[in-house]
Every structure is written in C-alpha cells, then in structure tokens.
C-alpha cells in the first residue's frame, strides 16, 4: 500500500521562506515521477512543480518559477520543496503525489497516488 506523508506546512509572512517534505512507503517502482499540487478554499487543485526519477528533470508552474526548488532523496523516498519569498496569494494546502511514469508529467490525472496535504499559509 502507497502511502505519502507531508510535512513543513506552517504560517509564514510574506517574503519568508518553508521547506516541505513528502515521505514515501510502499512505492512498487523506482522509476517515478513525484509531483507538488496545490488548492487554494474555493479554487481547482493546480500543478506547482514535478521532478523526474533521477532528478534531472524538473518542471514549475509559471507563478512559482524562479522562487520554488523541487527536489528528491530517492535513498530516503522522499521529495522536498523549497519555497522562498513567499507570497499571500501562494497560501494553499500543499499536495505531494506520485507517477508510475519515467517522464516528468504535470497533469493532475496521470499522477497515480496522493498524500493528505499540508497546510501553507502566508500572511501579508
């Protein structure tokens, strides 16, 4: 059984930074995609970023482009995000979720497993 777990959501003012982490049990495959979301109260889930298995790929929203580093420790299962100057309208519970697919996706569809979320919020 697949089970994601996040952690680091928390309440930052704007400009300040939060790392997020996504542990990972019971994964069948190596070769995986593992991707952020995110959902703002009333708004779509929206893509945030997604790395490849081996790392070398990554791929970021427009909106957080240039401020948020997704990474991964494959030996640990888990994937981070690194998100600096943070902004109000970045405030979102935070998915981490994962692909059987050796090609970096960013489609809310093609990812296979979720975790619960984590909250973040940033106050102006």
């Known amino acids: 059984q697949v089970r994601l777990v996040e952690s680091g959501g928390g309440l930052v003012q704007a400009g300040g930074s939060l790392r997020l982490s996504c542990a990972a049990s019971?994964?069948?495959?190596?070769?995986?995609?593992r991707g952020w979301f995110r959902q703002a109260p009333g708004k779509e889930r929206e893509f945030v970023a997604a790395?490849?298995?081996?790392?070398?790929?990554?791929v970021y929203a427009g909106s957080v482009k240039g401020r948020f580093t997704i990474s991964r420790d494959n030996a640990k299962n888990t994937v981070y995000l690194q998100m600096n100057s943070l902004k109000p309208e970045d405030t979102a519970i935070y998915y981490c979720?994962?692909?059987?697919?050796?090609?970096?996706?960013?489609?809310?569809?093609?990812?296979?497993?979720w975790g619960q979320g984590t909250q973040v919020t940033v106050s102006s």
């Open positions: 979720a994962v692909a059987y697919t050796n090609v970096v996706v960013t489609t809310l569809a093609k990812f296979d497993y």
């Open positions: 019971g994964l069948t495959s190596s070769t995986n995609t």
């Open positions: 790395v490849s298995w081996s790392g070398g790929n990554t």
